[in-house]
């Protein structure tokens, strides 16, 4: 069975500039979602899909963030304008609705603001 | 607000001995998970622990959760030095809202 998939795996920008990423989730999970894990700390939720409603963005800095879940999918996330306190590793994860409900971790893409 | 602490933040033990991370929470739940994450690497899926009581074990990891006292264990019995990584616990209050602790990085050696 095929994983979370992400992309790209590595992003240098400057400040001020924008950015996207984008997941792809298990098959067949209707949970997505995002977190920012900033280095030596735990992930931080910034958004929950349900299909593709939006269940939890209560972290999300919307002024600068937004995310997108087409046909309750695949997802974007991106960022714009960047800031240099953004540069973390971004993950996204998905879950099923079954009992174990346990969420499945992509390789994440690690964004450098400079 | 859904508080997730865990202790300690950093843990470095022989080879061969044994010893346990906390994880406690501030907000009454039934499912917990731990996660392992290795340097430069994702989040890998250790154990579900879906009621009071619960207790996987799984090689030399084993983790149980007291919901009533808000609290799980993972508790590492004769430690190997592949068990170096961070470790995570989550907690699910929420539509399936996951909350992670701060993180233990556990360095074993020789």
């Known amino acids: 069975e095929a994983g979370v998939a992400q992309s790209p795996r590595y992003k240098i920008i400057e400040k001020r500039q924008s950015v996207a990423f984008w997941c792809n989730p298990i098959?067949?999970?209707?949970?997505l979602y995002w977190y920012q894990q900033i280095l030596g700390q735990g992930p931080k939720l910034l958004i929950q899909?349900?299909?593709?409603?939006?269940?939890?963005d209560s972290q999300l800095p919307k002024d600068r963030f937004s995310a997108e879940r087409l046909k309750g999918v695949d997802s974007t996330l991106k960022i714009q304008p960047a800031k240099l306190e953004d540069s973390a590793v971004y993950l996204c994860?998905?879950?099923?609705?079954?009992?174990?409900?346990?969420?499945?971790f992509g390789q994440g893409t690690r964004l450098t603001v400079v | 607000e859904l508080k997730v602490e865990q202790n300690p933040l950093f843990l470095s033990m022989q080879e061969g001995k044994n010893y346990t991370i906390y994880c406690n929470y501030s907000?009454?739940?039934?499912?917990l998970y731990w996660y392992r994450q290795d340097p430069g690497k994702s989040l890998e899926s250790l154990f579900v622990l879906l009621s009071n009581g619960a207790v996987k074990q799984e090689g030399r990891l084993m983790a149980s959760l007291d919901t009533k006292a808000r609290l799980s264990t993972l508790h590492i019995t004769a430690a190997v030095h592949d068990l170096s990584a961070t470790y995570f616990c989550?907690?699910?209050?929420?539509?399936?809202?996951?909350?992670f602790g701060t993180g233990t990085r556990l360095q074993v050696t020789l």
């Open positions: 994860a998905s879950s099923s609705s079954w009992v174990r409900r346990e969420a499945f």
């Open positions: 989550a907690v699910v209050v929420t539509a399936s809202k996951l909350t």
């Open positions: 098959s067949g999970h209707a949970t």
């Open positions: 899909f349900q299909n593709n409603g939006v269940v939890d």
């Open positions: 907000t009454t739940s039934d499912r």
